[in-house]
């Protein structure tokens, strides 16, 4: 089923490292090129789109000639990344950063990205090689790119512009990459490339926007350039202290670091996963995007490419769920803020995911002219199932804002009356058909899992009434509870196959099942779980004991191809063991899985069992929220003994 590793000219996505300033993110290899980013948010078009089609299409290359890369690692609790790279005469120290801007003030009036690169000799003698390409909107516009001065200060740079789009690069001298250049004017010609670039008769001092340079280091030396995004309507903005930014940004991450518990025995895996959490935020509004990528397949050469840049409702949820179990209650709020200003409004127009600022518009649209991660077409940006139904969302909602009232923090009249009109939109929706937690886009199902979620929202409704004196109509809340009980044991419990179901018409089983327990409808050790929980393993395991999210043969998704097993779905198998008597098994299982983070302690949305690789949008939120969940799970449930 997959793709061969050995026999792949992509890199890996476990040796990409993420960069971020929580507005934006970038993919860095372990060989020094930034083949993502986009500008000046996650939802951007990008500024280096290499990682979907080619150099050419965009990216930002620093290496040591002839070297090899000894160590790579995250300065302490940040997203600083440091790399060692060591070549017969020498080694250098290669620093990447977005530079933090985590005042919210700050943010909202500053839009620039800042990316910092900077090469320090440590030892003997090296010569660093540059490769930069920039190419604009998703690698489809090339810029303008001329030779200009700050005016205050007087340092010249190189300014690319096309559009509303302009990048700024300050440090040591770059030359024009002809063949670069040729390369990117048959493409024009061809069509397939729009241009911001003069003809060669009328360049009026524009040059190469692939830029290169090489330069001899000798123990001692430093070399540092500054890539600034800005709207290409204002003057090139003026250079900053970059020491003084890598050291903010140092304190900036650390600061927020030191206010999150974590007891794991995993402790460096969870913080950095924690701190994932956080690198996936906007600073300013709290929204939390899936991952930072668009089209990372599900299956290598396929079809299963989708945009994860946005912010879905359950994402949201969990993580301010997650936050509240490791006692940072502050940073939950900012999440909770953002959730309810999105659902603000009519409840009937409520939808499964926004975008980071609360958008409700993300049509869905194909770049045919990127080849796509290891040619696997289409590459979409958009996502078409932001308008879908998915009946499991509100009851989501509900149980993460029940952890956070069951901390004390109280609610007010905004916060409770929004979950009352959600509990309204449930109910009018009550008979309606969805298509699922996995976005299906097959016809509209009674999805077991969305209906236990439905459930757990009538519940929390009338715990809040019940246990901390909040207003609403728990009577009827209590009655759509105990009839969703009673309609999920009739419909979406199989007697013959001791399993509950995928759905109320099928007999398959779905990973999504083994979130039943927290609706409060089960629990982890009812035989009944426990009878689900055989089926699964004997229909959705793989090869590794990994989890898939369901059979793709049963055609339910309404989606050509097949996917690897979800690492968030493996993680939910080791916290039903944990929860249901089996903990040493899912001490092992977890074990295993640990093993598909990345050396930075990175996890994608999948693994690859056959050909060894992560797959899917990378790094992704929901992989480390379930990784934390299982590790707590473990934590609490593991004899003293085993701990």
Not at 70 to 90: A, K, P
Not at 446 to 453: E, I, L, Q, S, V
């Amino acid at each position: 089923m997959g793709t061969d590793r050995r026999n792949s000219n992509r890199t890996p996505l476990e040796d990409y490292a993420l960069l971020s300033d929580m507005r934006t993110g970038a993919l860095l290899s372990r060989e020094g090129s930034i083949d993502w980013l986009c500008c000046p948010r996650f939802d951007s078009p990008s500024v280096f789109s290499a990682l979907l089609g080619d150099a050419d299409d965009g990216r930002w290359l620093l290496t040591a000639r002839n070297g090899k890369v000894v160590d790579r690692s995250y300065r302490d609790r940040s997203f600083i990344v440091e790399t060692i790279w060591e070549t017969d005469s020498g080694k250098v120290r290669i620093t990447d950063l977005l530079p933090s801007q985590l005042d919210t003030q700050v943010m909202e009036r500053d839009e620039r990205t800042r990316v910092i690169r900077r090469a320090e000799c440590i030892e003997g003698t090296v010569t660093i090689e540059h490769d930069l390409r920039i190419v604009f909107d998703y690698g489809r516009t090339t810029p303008w790119t001329r030779k200009v001065g700050a005016e205050r200060t007087g340092e010249s740079g190189l300014l690319s512009i096309a559009g509303p789009d302009a990048l700024f690069l300050t440090g040591p001298h770059l030359d024009p990459d002809s063949d670069a250049q040729r390369r990117r004017n048959r493409e024009q010609t061809n069509g397939t490339r729009t241009t911001g670039q003069s003809r060669p008769d009328d360049t009026q001092g524009a040059i190469s926007s692939a830029l290169v340079g090489e330069f001899e280091m000798s123990e001692g030396d430093r070399l540092e350039w500054m890539l600034t995004w800005h709207r290409s309507h204002l003057d090139a903005p003026e250079p900053i202290d970059t020491e003084k930014a890598v050291e903010d940004t140092l304190d900036d991450w650390q600061e927020w670091a030191s206010h999150v518990k974590v007891r794991n025995r995993q402790e460096a895996l969870v913080l950095r996963s924690l701190l994932v959490l956080r690198a996936l935020t906007n600073g300013a509004t709290g929204g939390i995007v899936a991952a930072p990528t668009t089209s990372l397949p599900e299956d290598f050469g396929g079809q299963r490419n989708w945009d994860y840049r946005f912010t879905w409702l359950r994402d949201a949820s969990l993580t301010i769920g997650t936050l509240v179990d490791h006692d940072f209650t502050d940073g939950a709020l900012h999440w909770r803020n953002w959730l309810l200003r999105a659902v603000a409004g009519d409840p009937d127009d409520v939808q499964i995911m926004y975008g980071i600022d609360g958008e409700r518009n993300l049509d869905e649209q194909e770049l045919p002219h990127l080849s796509g991660y290891e040619n696997s077409r289409p590459v979409r940006v958009g996502n078409g199932a932001y308008s879908q139904y998915q009946s499991d969302v509100v009851g989501e909602v509900m149980l993460s804002l029940a952890s956070l009232r069951d901390t004390g923090v109280e609610e007010d009249e905004f916060s409770w009356g929004l979950q009352k009109n959600l509990l309204s939109f449930v109910e009018r929706n009550f008979d309606r058909k969805g298509h699922g937690i996995w976005e299906m886009r097959g016809s509209a199902q009674y999805f077991t899992h969305g209906r236990a979620m439905m459930y757990a929202a009538f519940d929390q409704g009338v715990r809040a009434v019940e246990e901390h004196g909040l207003k609403g109509p728990v009577g009827r809340w209590r009655s759509l509870r105990d009839r969703l009980y009673e309609e999920i044991m009739e419909h979406g419990f199989d007697e013959e196959l001791d399993s509950f179901t995928q759905t109320y018409s099928n007999n398959e089983v779905d990973a999504s099942l083994l979130q039943l327990p927290t609706t409060g409808l089960v629990a982890a050790d009812d035989p009944r779980m426990l009878g689900t929980v055989k089926k699964i393993e004997e229909d959705l395991l793989d090869e590794q004991n990994m989890v898939r999210r369901y059979r793709t043969e049963a055609g339910l998704d309404g989606l050509p191809g097949n996917e690897y097993s979800f690492l968030m779905c493996s993680f939910w198998l080791v916290e039903q063991y944990a929860k249901s008597g089996r903990a040493e098994e899912g001490e092992k299982l977890m074990d295993s899985l640990c093993g598909y983070a990345t050396d930075l302690g990175l996890f994608a949305e999948e693994y690859d069992s056959e050909s060894g690789r992560l797959a899917g949008n990378y790094p992704q939120a929901f992989s480390h929220l379930g990784f934390i969940r299982a590790l707590d799970a473990l934590e609490d449930n593991l004899p003293e003994s085993g701990a």
